[in-house]
């Protein structure tokens, strides 16, 4: 039977630690302030942004809303930013995504300050983590790096298999687990992989983030194997009060009995996601990082 990972309490220690942080910067007068960019109403986005807003918020630190229409165009949007980039009370600035089709998401990333880029998606903040270099990390892959840790998981040649390629997730983890400091051995699998399962089961530590419910199943697993869900997968259920529940990219129940730890969903990944975002806008507001 697997320990089960909770990241809720993981995001509260983080949370905790932070306090002595804020504090000595509040001695200098400096509330760490987020700007937070939102456009159109998807309502996935709505949900990640109000919980965003709330845990700075607890934290005593500041957000900035910004709601444009679905229709804004992407020279609105581009400005909109030029003037927070500016603005010496925000110190981070975060556009949540995905964005309406007619903006492209590259450009609007690109013109973020790097000193303010608290999500870790500028060109800048990539080659930074992929030359080991120090910069801001991206939220959810840093997130499951600290709960990898914080489990005791171990990791110097491990092999660790992770499902999904994208920039915000596997791409950047792949890179972060490849690194000195963690010392695991890294595939990196995707739509191309041929026979997936034969790759997975020779993982001792497996990443699911493709955005698939339910697609690692206990046939694909080693016995004794630590899985971290990242997916977060909305499915039609008539008897939940919203008509749908969340679940992963793991099959939860199928794998408790036969893997070493396990992360659930929601309550794994997604707390930490939030808990490193808290920390990329204190490490902005604290200037470490100059892009
Ligand atoms: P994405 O941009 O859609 O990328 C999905 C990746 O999975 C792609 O690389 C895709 O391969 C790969 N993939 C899809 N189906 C596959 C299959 N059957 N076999 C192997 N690989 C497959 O997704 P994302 O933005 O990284 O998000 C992934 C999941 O994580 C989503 O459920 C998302 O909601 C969740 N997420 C959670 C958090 C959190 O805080 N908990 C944060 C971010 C994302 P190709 O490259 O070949 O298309």
Do not use: W
Request: net charge neutral; hydrophobic share 45%.
């Amino acid at each position: 039977m697997a320990v089960i990972i909770d990241g809720r309490a993981a995001a509260l220690k983080l949370q905790d630690r932070l306090k002595a942080r804020l504090a000595a910067l509040r001695e200098r007068g400096i509330v760490p302030s987020l700007a937070v960019i939102l456009v159109g109403e998807n309502p996935a986005s709505l949900s990640y942004v109000g919980a965003k807003e709330k845990a700075l918020a607890e934290a005593g630190m500041g957000s900035r809303d910004f709601r444009l229409p679905e229709a804004a165009t992407q020279g609105e949007l581009l400005s909109l930013i030029a003037e927070l980039n500016a603005d010496p009370l925000i110190h981070g600035i975060l556009v949540q995504l995905p964005l309406p089709p007619h903006i492209s998401e590259d450009s609007v990333i690109a013109a973020i300050d790097p000193a303010k880029d608290v999500d870790g998606f500028h060109p800048v903040s990539m080659g930074n983590l992929v030359l080991g270099r120090p910069g801001f990390l991206p939220c959810t892959p840093h997130g499951v790096l600290v709960l990898l840790r914080d489990y005791g998981i171990p990791l110097a040649g491990a092999h660790a298999v992770i499902l999904g390629r994208s920039n915000i997730v596997g791409r950047p983890l792949a890179n972060l687990l490849a690194r000195r400091e963690q010392n695991a051995t890294v595939t990196l699998c995707h739509t191309g992989t041929r026979d997936l399962a034969s790759i997975t089961r020779q993982a001792d530590i497996l990443i699911a983030a493709v955005g698939k419910p339910g697609l690692v199943t206990a046939d694909m697993i080693k016995e004794g194997a630590a899985v971290i869900d990242v997916g977060v997968n909305r499915v039609p259920d008539p008897r939940a009060k919203k008509g749908y529940r969340l679940r992963g990219d793991v099959d939860f129940e199928g794998l408790v009995q036969k893997t070493s730890f396990i992360s659930p969903v929601p309550g794994g990944v997604g707390p930490m996601t939030i808990a490193m975002l808290l920390q990329n806008v204190a490490q902005a507001a604290e200037g470490v990082f100059h892009g």
